[in-house]
């Protein structure tokens, strides 16, 4: 007896359905959808039986940049200005008072928003310093492994408030790091000493054998990138596809010579990046009156040249971003809105940077063929440039076969 049949599927470019079949969370067999209904002692081979009626069927979403413990607080904060620094400042206030219960709950709603739109894997901030201590960083431990079952949950130990004159904070990375924490990361440039920010990272990154995560060139000034320096760092300590970087809104508002300089140091250096457009388009521009700059770099660029670029939530309802639903394909869908994209062509390549580029980016296998594991994901779409047009519904999600949760299909109910 096999764990799953999921029946008329429709997969790939295929014009046809398929059936799947799944054991031991693997996908076993895949072939094209019969014609004709089962016969009962056919469907008795199953545990169980999913019909996905024709509806499109992909491996899921991942989340590669978000902050589960700084979510949800927007009424803790008071907004005025709407900028970058009043957004830190203010979530620095709130930080103190979290508690593992707070930022438990707060991020539990947070992913199973996450997991209800389809997400089968997230990398998630969780600020480790003075003020929060480690009382964030364990509330996410326990996230990860109430959620485990739907999701796979990283946890990025960060440096949010600087770290060169911060020992403590320092230290706490270190525990972090020793405890369960999946990677480290830092923000140059919130620090009096970015260069040397980004040294202690690394430093920390190769003493525990992890990726690096930076949050970088968070403003509209062409000058003064630390790319290069990123760029430096890795190749010297041989870290070429181990780190990424995200924000980066500085390379918007770079000539195109400047810009495709700093695409080829990241390209030579293999670091990824990672857009954030709700918040890269909230925060930006707030000093202009008038045709106010987008502030969100166009990765359609940097994924011609080979670069690794995907699509990330970043926050979720708090002074950085005041909105959100951790819907991936939304995300993409105001992306390729922002960045004028209309072709099928490149509609397809920001269904990547949410799917094949992420997963990259997570070390995650992704795809839906045998002997790959059976993790799908049933949208009320036709194709994957049909589901970022129309920011599909997510009818169904399986994570090794077994179901994690349902969307049912909105019904209009006509006159008789």
Known sequence: MHDLFLKNARIHDD???????????????????????????????YRNIYDAAGQWVCSGFYESHIHLDKACILDRCNLEEGTLDEAVE???????????????????????????????????????????????????????EKYAFAIDIEICAFAQEGLTDQKETHELLEQALQNGANLTGGCPYKDENPERHIEMIFDLAQKFGVPADFHLDFDLDPE????????????????????????????????????????????????????????????????YESLIP????????????????????????????????????RMANMYANIAQLSKDEAIARVFDMITINA????????????GAPANFVVLEA????????????????FKGGRQTFSNAPATIYFEE
């Open 224 to 287: 003064n990138s630390s790319i290069p320096k990123i760029s430096e760092e890795t190749v010297k300590r041989h870290y070429q596809g181990k780190v990424s970087i995200g924000h980066v809104t500085k390379l918007s508002a770079m000539s195109p010579d400047q810009r495709h300089a700093m695409s080829t140091l990241l390209k030579n250096a293999e670091v990824a990046l990672t857009v954030l457009p709700a918040t890269d388009i909230f925060l930006n521009g707030r000093d």
């Open 15 to 45: 014009k046809d359905p398929s059936d799947i079949v799944v054991d031991k969370g693997k996908i076993v067999s895949i072939r094209t959808a019969s014609k004709t209904p089962a016969e009962p002692e056919q469907t008795e081979a």
């Open 359 to 370: 997963a990259r980016l997570l070390s995650k296998r992704t795809g839906i063929k045998i």
């Open 90 to 144: 203010e979530t620095g206030k709130a930080k103190s008072d979290f508690t593992v219960n707070d930022v438990f709950d707060r991020a539990s709603r947070v992913v199973e928003m996450a997991i209800k739109k389809g997400t089968v894997g997230l990398r998630t901030f969780v600020e480790t310093d003075p003020k929060s201590e480690l009382r964030s960083f364990e509330a996410l431990k326990k996230v990860r």
């Open 294 to 329: 987008r502030g969100m770099v166009n990765a359609d660029e940097l994924t011609g040249m080979g670069i690794t670029a995907t699509l990330a939530s970043n926050n979720i309802l708090n002074a950085f971003t005041p909105f959100g639903d951790a819907s991936l394909l």
């Open 382 to 397: 036709k194709n994957a440039v049909d589901a970022i047009r129309t920011v599909a519904q997510p009818l169904a999600g």
